[in-house]
Each structure stands twice: as structure tokens, then as C-alpha cells.
């Protein structure tokens, strides 16, 4: 039962139900197998079958408190709804959908699109994956901005979340009924039923949510085109279906902004659902052309990244060999890597071991995951990215960028994951042979095994590591053309 099997299995779910509005529901299409998105298919994969009496006992009670958490919520935020309304969006030529995530800065730039968007010349509306309230987002933006600017909601009023359940609860029964279909096997009944449960689910509901927001900011500003974050997420998925059914006037363009790996299953199905008059923009040639080997009759054009590093980037090694660690934006990762580098730091007193913090991660939930870990504060690294990249020679990462934008300074990259599976390594593309690690003590005896090489004569040549980034990141040549 591996990763791939469930995602065939998904796809041939969603098959049966071409007319069911199922697409919003995250249970059906999520973005690459981490531990955090696997978790809702823990019944898939134990080791038993799933109990298939249970899951269906339980199946109405779990809706009803769906439901219920649902329209409390809806409730809760009412001042939020009525922010939203209130709010007067300035139209402009291209609309730009991204993420207000605690790594933003009002002053800076976009955490995604960086350069390319212009908050005073384009339409921007962010999805809040904060705690931080409507209008208080908006006070974080100058007059000018703030006039092209509309943040997504948490809810929408009572009347329209009890409307959306309803019209789900028919979707769900139809799921349900079909799970006593007599040619389908106990894992597939039990993704069935556990689908129709979380048609209610709270991030289900988020993106139909997202899909009538949507809806309404086009029929106020118009866009010509659409750019949106590319990742695999079932809200691009409900995008793109969106803008073919309604409005098929508007051109869809989305970023490829973040490094992809090899079972990246949301990205491959979203790429498929583009039609033949939307293109894409990627950050570099090397995911430029595997995407063109998917979708060679649409414009894939390589646009560049912010995250692009100069050549001439230099390092400063010093005598102590330094390792960086690059984790994922989840508690999880950050988790699993605060035990590996203790394990490292422990056993290998003669590197310097730091662990560098998503900046999605908050304060609270590092210290959290420090506790749950029994991790030290001090292998948190507190410098600023140049200036651990500029003074690093080895990058130990999963799916991180920081490898990536690490290889433009001659930081040679160590892939860590605890199944020993490269689909989750975005360096794979890049036919580095590179050993792969799976577990502390792997790790251990490679840095034992370098410990007598000085830092300088460690690791791969600069030059093939540089030219490996410029394909994964390369230089930003322009803007987005507005009728893209």
C-alpha cells in the first residue's frame, strides 16, 4: 500500500462521479504524500483491513458535528462578512490569487510571487491561512495597496453555509450508497464513506467557500487573466473549473513558484485540467520542461524566481565543517528534524549542526515542537539565509527550496527521509547522484566517514552545483504579459 496506489485509487473514485460537485473536497486530491497530508488516509493504510461496520455507524453522526462546528464558525465571523462587503476593490487588467501566511510582510514582497506582483498595479486576493481577523488585515497595507487588495474569508453568512451543506448532504449519500457496491474491496468502501464524511470537513467547505469569493471578486473587478500559485491544491483544482465553466473569457496563467517533486499527484491532475487557451509560468528550465513533457500543447514559458542567486555567489567556510538543516513548513517536519540534528550533534561534535525554521512556522509552535522533540534551542539557527547558505557546506533537506537556493553557493545537498522513497526529493530532476539517507545513524557514519577532509575539499564541484540551481531558479526576465 504505497502513496501511488492510494492516488490511483482516488482518481478512479472520482471518475464514477462526473456530476457530483465533489472537486472542493480535499479528502479526494491532496498534493504529495508528507506525513501531514497522509494522515487523513490512516484507516487506507493500516495494516488490517478498515472496519467497514464502524465507518458507516459513524457516518451521519460525523456530518451532523461537521455541520455543526460549520455554521457556529460561520457565526463567530460575521464581522469578518461584513468587512468583506464593505471592502471597495479598485479593478485592474490581472488578478493575482496567493497566500497571506505568517512568513508575509506588507512591506515586502510577496512570499510566492515576489517581483512579479506589484500590490499597487495589480488585483491581489490572499488566502488567510492566519488567525488574524479580516479588517485587521487590511490595515497592514498603505491607502494605495489596500484599494487592490481583498483577503478570503473564513465563512460565509448562516443562511449560505446551511445552503452548501444541504446541497453536500445529497453528494454524500450518493457516496455512501455506493460504498455498498459489491465489487469494490474493503479499502476502497472505506475511502468512499470517509469521502462523504468530509464533503462537510472545514477544509472542504474552505474551498467551496473560496470558489463563490472567487465568483464574486471577478464580477466586481473583470480580470483579463488569472495567476495563481501552482502547486496541486484541490482550490486550484475548483479555480480551474470555475473560470471553464463561467467565465471562459478570462485566461488562466499560473506560477510554478516552488521546487516540485516526482509524486507530486494534485500538480499532475491540476496540469491536466488547464485548458488549451491558459499557460503556464515556471521558475526555471528544468520544471519548464517537465511540464512540457505533460502538456506540449500549451505555452509553458520559464519566468524566473526571486529565489534566483547570483553566480557569483561566494562562500566563506570556515575551519569547522557546518551543516544546515532545511525543514518543511509543518510541525511535523520540524518534528522529525529537531531529533535528527540532536542525533547528529550528539555524535558528531566536531560539525556544527543548525536546524533552519520554515518562516511559516510560529514562535509558539516552535517551542512546542522543541518540547515534543527534546530538542535544544540551540540548534535553531538564527541567522539570516545568505548568511547560513554563504557559510555551509552540506544542506540536509526533504522537499525544502533551501537545498536548492543553497547549491548557488557550492552547499552540497543530503536528502533525508525516513521511508528511503525519493518522491519527495525536488532534486531528483536534477540527476544528482547523491545518496539518500534514512535514518540518523546512516548520517552519522557518513560524517564520521568526511570528518578527516577539510571543508574546502568536501562535497560537489561549485560550477555543476550553480548551473543546477540557475535551472531550478533562474533569473526573473520580466513581468507576466497581461493578456497572458
Known sequence: MTPSELEKRLKNLVSKFPNLDITPNTFLQYVKPTEELLEPYS????????????????????????VFKSILISIVRLNEIRSWNAHQVQPKTS????????????????????????????????????????????????????????FMTKSLNPGTVILVHLSFFMTS??????????????????????????????????NKFFEIRVSELIKRIHPRVIHFTFEGHSHEAVLINLIHREFGDIALAPYQHAPIVPEQFGLMRNIHRLGESDSIFTSGDITQNYFQSFRSDIPITAIGSSKYKDPSSTSHLGDKVKVIGASEGTIQSLEVFIRLFSSLA????????????????TDRELKTALRNAGGSKSLISHNSLLDDLSTSTYCIYRSSAVAIEGLAYGVTPLY??????????????ANLHLPAFGSAEELVDFFRDVSTLNSTNQGIDPGQLQQISEGYFSKLVGKFPTNS
Open 43 to 66: 484507516g487506507y493504510f493500516q495494516e488490517n483491513e478498515p472496519k467497514i461496520l464502524s465507518a458507516r455507524l459513524l457516518f451521519f453522526p460525523r456530518i451532523i458535528v461537521n
Open 346 to 361: 550528539a555524535n558528531q561534535q566536531s560539525f556544527d549542526f543548525l536546524l533552519r525554521v520554515h518562516p511559516a512556522i
Open 416 to 429: 533525508f527521509d525516513q521511508s528511503r522513497s525519493q518522491g519527495l526529493n525536488p532534486l531528483y530532476f
Open 95 to 150: 488578478l493575482f490569487i496567493t497566500h497571506f501566511t505568517n512568513a508575509q510582510q506588507a512591506s515586502g514582497y510577496d512570499s510566492f510571487f515576489g517581483e512579479l506582483l506589484d500590490r499597487n498595479s495589480d488585483n491581489i486576493f490572499y488566502l488567510n491561512s492566519t488567525r488574524i481577523k479580516h479588517h485587521q488585515l487590511l490595515t497592514f497595507y498603505d491607502v494605495e495597496a489596500r484599494k487592490n487588495l481583498s
Open 173 to 206: 449519500l450518493k457516496l455512501f450508497n455506493y460504498s455498498f457496491d459489491s465489487s469494490l474491496d474493503a479499502r476502497d468502501k472505506w475511502l468512499i464513506i470517509e469521502a462523504g464524511v468530509r464533503q462537510h470537513s472545514r477544509p472542504t467547505m474552505a
